[in-house]
């Protein structure tokens, strides 16, 4: 069961409000407070949660508001066969991302700060800023891992005597992953020694596939189109020298801690690794665990990767060796445009399907990042604040397989760990929801001391930060089922799949012969 006892902090110290939604009349915005109100309507281990909507307009916090209080709580009060397990009391916060202290003011009343208002680089900062400076929990859906990295780096010295958590990446983007692997490593380490999950396995390899249906909204779309890359940076190292492996995006390790990891000596050999495998992820693969399968790099691979690195070198997925050379874990994203069980059956053939969604997905992207063109076309067919209706983002699912190998030293047998995790809704809209609605009510609910350990300087990834608690609040939700399997297991030989693949492409050269000598060979 997740715990509900309250920490000595929090005990000690009264705040007007649990949760502030800042950026609260977005389009996601209104799917995470919809979810909170769900929730706590099934909360059975709380009696009361007070919900602040902030924004900068008062007229359209007072909408939302309405909306909710009619659509959810009164028609809840009005219903005695459901009584309410947990009273939901809303009011609102006025405060304009570039007014510091009405931000402060705003994260001084409240214990989670869940931050909605994006693009996170233009109206993110001031709200970090704040939980630091007003010791408050923050929680955001962003996916800007530059940002993210930068907002550790200037602000996280500031945060070392807190006891808060700043916790970025809570939406889709990059809990599934995140906790996929983690949960995946933990299955290898409690067979490694019993109930113990604490087992110094080393891992080394990591990937994730991705089968999902959703539609991209206008604000991620136009945060992706915003994103800032510096080219410099990714090419060159701090001497102006080339980089032996350039960066996808950003630094492989931008998210983890600044001091200790990101700029540390001995990690610098494994940026090089990690890179690597980002840059070599952008390819087609063949999988085997697919039936030979055909896979493509998900498209937020380079994101979601930064994501899981950090939490790799946060939980010691792998150590340095004694030369100081860090030659562990790494980690891949791909994506299945079939799903998993058609991508299966039909093996080898669903190069045809992968390679088609590569290029479709290639050309949009090179569309929308035309000069001038491509953000007109944007705001025309995308504006921030809109999305796909309520009926659609329910036809939505999110599905992840997991996949970890061990390292095994000379005469070990190489392990392998897995987990499916299974999520329903649109992923870009009702997952996100969900997962950082959990990810606020995780810390709002859960006892300091039942946590994982606060990193440093209160920065982390959600895994890292958040742990088990977040699965075992995801997996008790009522709202939204989610599944997760894991497994671990010798990793054995993948020759029965070869054999399949050897098949597959026979009978491929076969058809594809058949069909030239039918259409294209002169009489």
Not at 39 to 45: C, D, L, P
Not at 360 to 373: A, E, N
Not at 388 to 400: A, C, F, L, R, T
Request: one cysteine or more.
């Amino acid at each position: 069961m997740v715990s509900t006892r309250r920490s000595k902090r929090e005990a000690a110290e009264t705040r007007e409000t649990d949760i502030t939604v800042y950026g609260a009349t977005g389009f996601v915005a209104r799917h995470v407070l919809e979810y909170l109100l769900a929730t706590a309507a099934t909360e059975e281990g709380h009696t009361s949660l007070k919900i602040t909507l902030g924004g900068r307009n008062q007229a359209k916090l007072d909408v939302i508001q309405t909306y909710l209080q009619t659509e959810f709580l009164d028609k809840a009060a009005t219903e005695t066969s459901k009584p309410q397990c947990c009273t939901v009391t809303l009011d609102t916060w006025i405060a304009d991302s570039a007014d510091a202290e009405a931000l402060l003011a705003m994260a001084k009343r409240t214990r989670v700060v869940l931050n909605c208002a994006g693009p996170f680089l233009l109206y993110g900062t001031g709200v970090v800023k704040a939980c630091v400076e007003g010791n408050t929990h923050y929680v955001d859906i962003t996916g800007e891992a530059p940002w993210a990295g930068q907002m550790r780096g200037t602000l996280g010295s500031d945060n070392r005597t807190n006891t808060n958590r700043i916790i970025s990446f809570c939406g889709f983007d990059s809990i599934p992953s995140d906790l996929a692997i983690y949960v995946a490593v933990r299955a290898l380490k409690k067979q490694a020694n019993g109930k113990n999950d604490n087992t110094d396995i080393q891992i080394a390899k990591g990937t994730t596939w991705h089968a999902s249906f959703g539609m991209l909204n206008g604000g991620t779309l136009h945060t992706a189109l915003d994103m800032p890359m510096d080219m410099f940076h990714c090419i060159y190292d701090s001497d102006g020298k080339f980089r032996k492996v350039p960066f996808l995006v950003c630094d492989p390790l931008e998210l983890a801690h600044p001091t200790l990891v990101k700029h540390h000596a001995s990690y610098k050999g494994w940026k090089n690794r990690l890179a690597w495998r980002e840059w070599t992820n952008q390819l087609l693969s063949v999988d085997t665990q697919f039936r030979c399968g055909v896979s493509i790099p998900f498209f937020m691979a380079p994101v979601n990767a930064k994501v899981v690195n950090a939490t790799a070198a946060a939980l010691n997925y792998s150590s340095p060796n004694t030369e100081g050379k860090h030659d562990g874990f790494t980690y891949g994203e791909r994506f299945l445009p079939l799903g998993f069980r058609a991508t299966s059956t039909i093996g080898i053939f669903s190069f045809i399907a992968a390679l088609f969604f590569q290029l479709i997905l290639g050309l949009v992207f090179l569309v929308f990042k035309l000069p001038s063109l491509g953000k007109h076309l944007a705001m025309k067919l995308m504006p921030p604040g809109t999305g796909s209706p309520d009926h659609i983002n329910e036809q939505g699912y999110g599905s992840v397989y997991a996949e970890v190998l061990t390292s095994p030293k000379k005469g070990e047998v190489q392990r392998k760990g897995t987990c499916m995790l299974q999520m329903t809704g649109d992923p870009g809209n009702l997952i996100t929801a969900q997962c950082v609605g959990e990810s606020a009510l995780t810390l709002l609910w859960t006892a300091t001391e039942d946590l994982p350990e606060r990193s440093e300087d209160g920065f982390g990834t959600p895994m890292e930060l958040m742990g088990s608690e977040l699965v075992m609040r995801l997996l008790q939700s009522k709202v939204r089922n989610v599944e997760i399997k894991a497994s671990a297991k010798d990793a054995g030989y993948q020759w029965l799949f070869y054999v399949h693949a050897l098949f597959d492409m026979a009978l491929a050269t076969t058809v594809i012969k058949f069909i030239w000598n039918k259409f294209y060979t002169s009489p």
